[in-house]
């Protein structure tokens, strides 16, 4: 599951947003989660989200990443590549 957590004001959440929104694009699918920080403030101090944007990455109840430094469209790739390699399958 990859959740994007933003807050709703946050201007580096708008640029990290148009990034995924473009990666959804491409495979005309809905990929992101997405969680306004803001109301979830119990759910922020158990996975121990320390900043937004973040992206958060869990398998099941476990986390198994935190990505807060969104980069570029290609450094999220990088990402799918590993938690979501489906989204690159050939058919």
Same mark, same amino acid.
């Given at each position: 599951?990859?959740?994007?957590?933003?807050?709703?004001?946050?201007?580096?959440?708008?640029?990290?947003?148009?990034?995924?929104?473009?990666?959804?694009?491409?495979?005309?699918?809905?990929?992101?989660?997405?969680?306004?920080?803001?109301?979830?403030?119990?759910?922020?101090? +158990?996975?121990?989200?320390?900043?937004?944007?973040?992206?958060?990455?869990?398998?099941?109840?476990?986390?198994?990443?935190?990505?807060?430094?969104?980069?570029?469209?290609?450094?999220?790739?990088?990402?799918?590549?590993?938690?979501?390699? +489906?989204?690159?399958?050939?058919?």
């Amino acid at each position: 599951m990859l959740i994007y957590i933003y807050t709703p004001f946050c201007g580096t959440c708008t640029v990290a947003r148009s990034m995924l929104a473009k990666i959804e694009s491409v495979h005309g699918i809905d990929i992101f989660y997405e969680m306004n920080a803001s109301l979830y403030p119990e759910f922020m101090q +158990e996975n121990k989200i320390e900043s937004v944007p973040c992206l958060l990455i869990k398998e099941g109840n476990e986390v198994k990443e935190k990505v807060y430094a969104f980069q570029s469209t290609g450094n999220i790739y990088n990402y799918l590549m590993i938690y979501k390699p +489906e989204l690159f399958a050939t058919h």
